[in-house]
């Protein structure tokens, strides 16, 4: 069965300080992948996504970056955070279709710059 | 742009109501639409909708697509507490090679006993 794993679950990093968070599946190959940020009590606003290995594509404009460097792992990362990058980030991925399918969610992790 | 647009935003309501919330879309290479659950912390998946007028339906919750209006409803009858989440309406969009699925800002539904 596939699984997804993201860690850390929780960060705590000050201002101007990089960032660096992982994301990997198991059990799949050649999945979507996607980094979303969901600010207190809203929905979910997508980052990146990325539908092969070094395929990464930005929907945001900001202080983020994503990588994809396997096939299943995704990483997200910042040179200099800013305090505006709090917030809960999730990663997802999902079976390129045929039929489009569901996306299937890490568990998240909450970061907040100080 | 492409968007996902929820109604409400926010809703409130006793325990054993009916609520039905809405999810209007706009996307460019519609493929589906799906209805998440969140709790605390993973979204987790209610329904995935590619045909219009075929309701699918889990225990008290339903759902159904219109493609030519361009909207979905969540419907769930006979509301307990544990009904309390955010729920969240996405659309997976994009040609073959490059599907995204973009989240609207979902609604936050609580249950009062």
């Known amino acids: 069965s596939q699984t997804i794993h993201q860690w850390p679950a929780t960060l705590v990093q000050p201002v101007g300080s990089p960032l660096s968070l992982e994301c990997t599946v198991e059990g799949t190959s050649n999945p979507n992948l996607y980094w979303y940020r969901q600010a207190a009590g809203r929905g979910l606003q997508l980052l990146f996504y990325s539908v092969g290995i070094g395929q990464i594509s930005s929907e945001v404009p900001q202080n983020l970056s994503a990588s994809r460097p396997q096939d299943r792992q995704f990483i997200l990362s910042s040179k200099k955070l800013l305090l505006s990058d709090s917030g809960f980030y999730l990663c997802?991925?999902?079976?390129?279709?045929?039929?489009?399918?569901?996306?299937?969610f890490g568990q998240g992790t909450r970061l907040t710059v100080v | 742009e492409d968007k996902v647009v929820q109604s409400p935003l926010s809703l409130v309501v006793h325990e054993g109501d009916t609520v039905t919330l809405n999810c209007s879309y706009e996307v460019t290479n519609f493929r589906s639409l799906l209805w998440y659950k969140q709790e605390k912390k993973a979204p987790t998946f209610l329904f995935m909708l590619?045909?219009?007028?075929i309701e699918k339906k889990s225990g008290r919750l339903s759902s159904i697509l219109d493609k030519k209006e361009l909207f979905s409803i969540l419907n769930i009858t006979a509301t307990q507490t544990g009904d309390s989440a955010i729920y969240l309406c996405a659309v997976e969009e994009g040609i073959q090679g490059a599907q995204k699925l973009v989240f609207g800002q979902g609604t936050r539904l609580t249950i009062n006993p």
């Open positions: 590619t045909s219009s007028g």
């Open positions: 997802a991925w999902s079976q390129p279709p045929i039929l489009a399918t569901e996306a299937f």
